[in-house]
């Protein structure tokens, strides 16, 4: 990965709207985290409630399908938002640690969106 350079006056208005799209983020897929969780349980009551001669008929996902569907739906997810979690904390960082004077280390990543977004 390679770091670039900058003023920190450069990025400061910059970071304000990366940190609230990146947060926008986040919800977005906690929001998706809950509702197949939501899914999930309504399922498991629905196969629960049945009888037990209908439960034989009705099939139920085997157990290695439920845990991809785990890692698909929640592990992977709950992983995105960590490293997003870590992006916000970092241009929070520069936000409160910096003078607007400083050359700051911007990252690849955030330079590609510093140039694609104009302030």
């Known amino acids: 990965?390679?770091?670039?350079?900058?003023?920190?006056?450069?990025?400061?208005?910059?970071?304000?709207?990366?940190?609230?799209?990146?947060?926008?983020?986040?919800t977005e897929i906690e929001q998706a985290?809950?509702?197949?969780?939501?899914?999930?349980?309504?399922?498991?009551?629905?196969?629960?409630?049945?009888?037990?001669?209908?439960?034989?008929?009705?099939?139920?996902k085997p157990d290695h399908h439920l845990a991809v569907e785990y890692i698909h739906y929640v592990k992977k997810p709950m992983e995105q938002i960590r490293s997003l979690r870590l992006e916000v904390e970092q241009a929070?960082?520069?936000?409160?640690?910096?003078?607007?004077?400083?050359?700051?280390?911007v990252s690849e990543e955030l330079e590609k969106e510093l140039q694609s977004k104009p302030v």
């Not at 990025?11 to 926008?24: C, G, N, Q, T, W």
């Not at 929070?92 to 280390?105: M, N, W, Y």
């Open 33 to 60: 985290i809950g509702r197949y969780e939501k899914r999930r349980a309504m399922e498991e009551r629905s196969y629960q409630s049945m009888s037990a001669f209908r439960r034989i008929f009705a099939g139920k």
């Open 92 to 105: 929070r960082a520069i936000l409160t640690e910096s003078q607007p004077t400083d050359l700051i280390d």
């Open 1 to 26: 990965m390679r770091v670039n350079k900058r003023k920190a006056a450069e990025i400061y208005p910059f970071l304000e709207a990366y940190i609230a799209h990146r947060e926008a983020q986040i």
